[in-house]
């Protein structure tokens, strides 16, 4: 079926506070230099072990809001259990609402659980206190897709493009605007979407293919297992939401 192989083609997308020399300040101290113990474990990609003390350390420490959100990330990396995953980030944020990547992951979790809407809104909220992240904006663009408010995909994708630093970020924007034609039945702007990622070297075959036989249903587009989000590294996360001073 033609809806199989356009489903391989769908949208790519993917805190201590020390308060003088006291008891807290060491625990703090002592919490950070297991972190990076569990750090190490994972960049030798022994994910047993990192969970294995993080849990302990969730244990030994249950209010350290920090401490359910590296279990969260590093379970989105090894053997992921969304279910998991979620109760742990809202564990989090719980105790600490204002985690930006935990919100980011919980947002990508909704993603996939297929409740657009409110991945919408967990995305416009991070952006209120990120205004400048393009990564942030481009998945906005791309729930907005999924949420089935093609005319505003269409608007905020293209309002966006002049901000993208690569072909790789104009595709996806281009592509989110191709998929929100398709499903207004803007056949005529599906092509000249084609034909600009054709300009920027992107293979379309298969767009020709969906624009020939018309067989793509929303309702089979918008489904959590299509998102195809990717799991940001800690390094990535830390860099698109630096922590606020």
Same mark, same amino acid.
């Given at each position: +079926?033609? #809806?199989?192989?356009?489903?391989? =083609?769908?949208?790519?997308?993917?805190?201590?506070?020390?308060?003088?020399?006291?008891?807290?300040? @060491?625990? $703090?101290?002592? =919490?950070?230099?297991?972190?990076?113990?569990?750090?190490?474990?994972?960049?030798?990609?022994?994910?047993?072990?990192?969970?294995?003390?993080?849990? #302990?350390?969730?244990?030994?420490?249950?209010?350290?809001?920090?401490?359910?959100? +590296?279990?969260?990330?590093?379970? #989105?990396?090894?053997?992921?259990?969304?279910?998991?995953?979620?109760?742990?980030?809202? /564990?989090?944020?719980? +105790?600490?609402?204002?985690? @930006?990547?935990?919100?980011?992951?919980?947002?990508?979790?909704?993603?996939?659980?297929?409740?657009?809407?409110?991945?919408?809104? #967990? /995305?416009?909220?991070?952006?209120?206190?990120?205004?400048?992240?393009?990564?942030?904006?481009?998945?906005?663009?791309?729930?907005? %897709?999924?949420?089935?408010?093609?005319?505003?995909?269409?608007?905020? $994708?293209?309002?966006?493009?002049?901000?993208?630093?690569?072909?790789?970020?104009?595709? +996806?924007?281009?592509?989110?605007?191709? @998929?929100?034609? @398709?499903?207004?039945?803007? !056949?005529?702007?599906?092509?000249?979407?084609?034909?600009? %990622?054709?300009?920027?070297?992107?293979?379309?075959?298969?767009?020709?293919? %969906? !624009?020939?036989?018309?067989? %793509?249903?929303?309702?089979?587009?918008?489904?959590?297992?299509?998102?195809?989000?990717?799991?940001? $590294?800690?390094?990535?996360?830390?860099?698109?939401?630096?922590?606020?001073?």
């Amino acid at each position: +079926r033609m #809806t199989k192989q356009i489903t391989f =083609i769908i949208l790519t997308f993917l805190l201590f506070s020390c308060k003088g020399k006291n008891g807290n300040e @060491y625990q $703090s101290v002592d =919490i950070n230099s297991q972190l990076k113990e569990v750090t190490n474990y994972q960049e030798l990609n022994d994910y047993q072990n990192a969970n294995k003390l993080l849990k #302990t350390l969730i244990n030994e420490n249950p209010n350290n809001a920090e401490l359910y959100f +590296r279990l969260a990330h590093s379970r #989105t990396i090894s053997n992921p259990n969304l279910f998991e995953i979620m109760n742990l980030l809202e /564990e989090c944020l719980k +105790r600490d609402s204002l985690n @930006y990547k935990a919100l980011y992951l919980k947002s990508q979790g909704l993603m996939f659980m297929g409740d657009f809407k409110r991945a919408l809104d #967990t /995305e416009k909220r991070i952006l209120e206190n990120y205004p400048d992240s393009f990564v942030l904006k481009a998945d906005i663009a791309s729930t907005l %897709l999924f949420n089935g408010d093609f005319e505003k995909a269409n608007e905020f $994708s293209e309002s966006i493009l002049p901000e993208s630093q690569n072909i790789y970020e104009k595709e +996806r924007l281009i592509r989110v605007q191709i @998929y929100a034609n @398709y499903f207004l039945d803007k !056949i005529e702007d599906v092509k000249i979407g084609k034909d600009k %990622l054709q300009q920027l070297g992107f293979e379309t075959d298969y767009l020709q293919k %969906l !624009i020939d036989s018309k067989e %793509l249903k929303f309702e089979d587009f918008a489904v959590g297992k299509n998102v195809g989000n990717k799991p940001c $590294s800690l390094n990535e996360l830390n860099t698109m939401f630096p922590k606020k001073s």
